[in-house]
């Protein structure tokens, strides 16, 4: 990787490590991960320069206590100070999607330790509204300077309401309640205008 080599392991048994987790998002959405899989931002998974693929662990963010299972599908991170690369879903679950990056513990689980759910989608996707405009211009501007500042996907539809054109901007869509209602925390603390859920 990037003129690197790293040895993988034979097993995951036992490992356990703690370091810098960072994310990555929309840059990378529907690309094929190291596996063939096609990388969601959303998905449960992670990449890891020398655990076998795939293995599933558990991340805890030490400075919150929260924590996921991811299941490593990847290869990375890039950056030689960080041990785990998670997508951007998952940093949502650990709280550290703003910052870009955490001190975590990670450790392997046996397949028996994890409830697999990887097939089961929302029945939903929800989203936030963040308004909707008479410019598209101006709703142009809102959804790229969101999508550039948290890699969040953005979208921008046009909608005749009481005989005009405007322009909506949402934020979405959001696999969880707890992910949407995340980003919108950090929406509203940032000063945007309070966005509203939409199914």
């Given at each position: 990787?990037?003129?690197?080599?790293?040895?993988?392991?034979?097993?995951?048994?036992?490992?356990?490590?703690?370091g810098?987790a960072?994310?990555?998002g929309?840059?990378?959405?529907?690309?094929?991960?190291?596996?063939?899989?096609?990388?969601?931002?959303?998905?449960?998974?992670?990449?890891?320069?020398?655990?076998?693929?795939?293995?599933?662990?558990?991340?805890?963010n030490?400075?919150?206590?929260?924590?996921?299972?991811?299941?490593?599908?990847?290869?990375?991170?890039?950056h030689?100070?960080?041990?785990?690369?998670?997508?951007?879903?998952?940093?949502?679950?650990?709280?550290f999607?703003?910052?870009?990056?955490?001190?975590?513990?990670?450790?392997?689980?046996?397949?028996?330790?994890v409830?697999?759910?990887?097939?089961?989608?929302?029945?939903?996707?929800?989203?936030l509204?963040?308004?909707?405009?008479?410019?598209?211009?101006?709703?142009?501007?809102?959804?790229?300077?969101?999508?550039?500042?948290?890699?969040?996907?953005?979208?921008?539809?046009?909608?005749?309401?009481d005989?005009r054109?405007?322009?909506?901007?949402?934020?979405?869509?959001?696999?969880?309640?707890?992910?949407?209602?995340?980003?919108?925390?950090?929406l509203?603390?940032?000063?945007?205008?309070?966005?509203?859920?939409i199914?």
């Amino acid at each position: 990787m990037n003129g690197s080599f790293y040895t993988v392991h034979g097993s995951a048994r036992g490992y356990r490590e703690k370091g810098v987790a960072s994310w990555y998002g929309m840059k990378f959405q529907g690309l094929p991960t190291a596996n063939g899989e096609i990388f969601d931002v959303y998905g449960a998974t992670a990449a890891h320069r020398s655990l076998p693929i795939p293995t599933y662990v558990r991340v805890t963010n030490l400075e919150n206590d929260r924590s996921v299972v991811l299941r490593v599908n990847d290869r990375g991170p890039f950056h030689p100070q960080r041990l785990i690369d998670i997508s951007y879903g998952a940093a949502l679950e650990l709280g550290f999607a703003e910052r870009g990056t955490a001190t975590v513990l990670i450790e392997s689980l046996e397949l028996a330790e994890v409830d697999d759910r990887r097939e089961v989608q929302a029945a939903t996707h929800r989203y936030l509204q963040l308004g909707a405009y008479a410019s598209e211009s101006a709703a142009g501007e809102l959804g790229h300077e969101v999508r550039l500042r948290w890699a969040y996907p953005v979208s921008v539809s046009a909608v005749d309401a009481d005989g005009r054109r405007l322009h909506r901007v949402r934020v979405g869509p959001f696999l969880t309640m707890q992910t949407l209602d995340q980003a919108r925390d950090v929406l509203i603390e940032a000063g945007y205008p309070v966005p509203y859920k939409i199914p």
